[in-house]
């Protein structure tokens, strides 16, 4: 009887031990996590507008976005570094779709140009 009670006791230990170290992960996790906005930043490709939609005005399912003012889709989205405005890699592809109407976006180097 005395080992069920220890088998027990070790298996809460290890329990404890267990949820202890989770709680570690998550709170080191969260500490270093990007805050999620409410807002997208786009560019329009063809108009050179910046756009900052809410999550809830993206329509559609997709890449490209449809611009509010003109009803194309000809918005991707963006991201700022050093105060300049790139295309990221993963949304590259989606120039390729957009070749004919593209201006304002540098294919070879995904930045994006300033609108006259």
Do not use: H, W
């Amino acid at each position: 009887m005395a080992s069920v009670f220890a088998e027990q006791r070790g298996k809460l230990i290890l329990a404890g031990v267990m949820l202890v170290i989770a709680i570690g992960l998550f709170l080191f996790q969260a500490r270093g996590a990007a805050e999620l906005t409410n807002t997208i930043n786009f560019v329009c490709v063809a108009t050179g507008e910046l756009y900052e939609l809410g999550r809830g005005e993206v329509k559609g399912l997709g890449l490209p976005a449809v611009n509010p003012d003109t009803g194309q889709a000809t918005l991707l989205p963006y991201a700022e570094k050093d105060g300049r405005r790139f295309i990221t890699r993963r949304k590259a592809r989606f120039l390729k779709q957009l070749a004919d109407v593209n201006k304002y976006v540098d294919p070879k180097t995904l930045e994006v140009r300033a609108a006259p």
